[in-house]
């Protein structure tokens, strides 16, 4: 990448993204279960391999860890925790690593200022966020109806953490689907994010509609 900033999500399986090579317990419903930060601390030679693996290429260059489906600021904590302890042996430089989490669980909006405080950037996970908001399954086309990313409640949730970001001079960033969406990449300038993660070949019309925005601005 060049000296481009790079941001390594952490293992985040469970859900739609099944590893039927781990051959894990099925799970009755495993949108609510084993998934994200909680199968990364119930995993720790996952999870160090991975962290040590990340923490040697900080000796050379910057790099930033993102921990997913993050609940609550005491998952947050403990994460942070274990990770140091992992590292700890490994040849790294911490200042070159950069830590942070994803929005994506309602509680986790709700501490929004404890976690960012703990952290060096956040992410919003779109695509989940409108599930566990809203109580819908988003593979589910009895309820797709429903899905529906322009929700006001869902923009109050981006709103708010967008701004308690910004009072903490934290990096805030949009990961899902809806970045992609036109008309979408405006509200979220609007909202005071300016960085979205959208499939490469959306990447030019995106850019696009951004610039349009400055200029309207301008």
Same mark, same amino acid.
């Given at each position: 990448?060049?000296?481009?900033?790079?941001?390594?999500?952490?293992?985040?399986?469970?859900?739609?993204?099944?590893?039927?090579?781990?051959?894990?317990?099925?799970?009755?419903?495993?949108?609510?279960?084993?998934?994200?930060?909680?199968?990364?601390?119930?995993?720790?030679?996952?999870?160090?391999?991975?962290?040590?693996?990340?923490?040697?290429?900080?000796?050379?260059?910057?790099?930033?860890?993102?921990?997913?489906?993050?609940? +609550?600021?005491?998952?947050?904590?403990?994460? %942070?925790?274990?990770?140091?302890?992992?590292?700890?042996? *490994? =040849?790294? /430089? #911490?200042?070159?690593?950069?830590?942070?989490?994803?929005?994506?669980?309602?509680?986790?909006?709700?501490?929004?200022?404890?976690?960012?405080?703990?952290?060096?950037?956040?992410?919003?996970?779109?695509?989940?966020?409108?599930?566990?908001?809203?109580?819908?399954?988003?593979?589910?086309?009895?309820?797709?109806? +429903?899905?529906?990313?322009?929700?006001?409640? %869902?923009?109050?949730?981006?709103?708010?953490?967008?701004? *308690? =970001?910004? /009072? #903490?001079?934290?990096?805030?960033?949009?990961?899902?689907?809806?970045?992609?969406?036109?008309?979408?990449?405006?509200?979220?300038?609007?909202?005071?994010?300016?960085?979205?993660?959208?499939?490469?070949?959306?990447?030019?019309?995106?850019?696009?509609?951004?610039?349009?925005?400055?200029?309207?601005?301008?």
């Amino acid at each position: 990448m060049h000296g481009k900033p790079v941001t390594f999500r952490m293992l985040d399986i469970g859900g739609d993204k099944p590893l039927p090579f781990l051959r894990l317990k099925k799970e009755a419903n495993p949108y609510l279960g084993w998934r994200g930060a909680r199968f990364l601390l119930g995993n720790q030679e996952i999870f160090q391999t991975q962290i040590r693996a990340l923490a040697r290429l900080s000796k050379d260059w910057n790099l930033k860890i993102l921990y997913p489906m993050i609940v +609550d600021v005491n998952q947050m904590k403990e994460l %942070l925790v274990a990770s140091k302890d992992a590292i700890a042996g *490994t =040849a790294h /430089d #911490l200042s070159r690593i950069q830590f942070g989490a994803m929005f994506e669980v309602p509680s986790a909006f709700l501490q929004a200022s404890e976690i960012l405080d703990l952290i060096d950037f956040g992410s919003i996970g779109s695509n989940d966020l409108i599930q566990y908001l809203f109580a819908i399954d988003r593979t589910n086309e009895l309820v797709s109806q +429903d899905y529906d990313p322009e929700h006001p409640v %869902l923009w109050s949730l981006i709103r708010s953490l967008s701004k *308690t =970001a910004r /009072d #903490l001079k934290k990096q805030l960033s949009i990961c899902g689907e809806i970045a992609g969406r036109e008309g979408m990449p405006s509200r979220f300038l609007d909202a005071g994010i300016k960085t979205v993660s959208v499939s490469p070949r959306l990447i030019p019309r995106v850019r696009n509609e951004m610039a349009r925005y400055a200029g309207v601005l301008a």
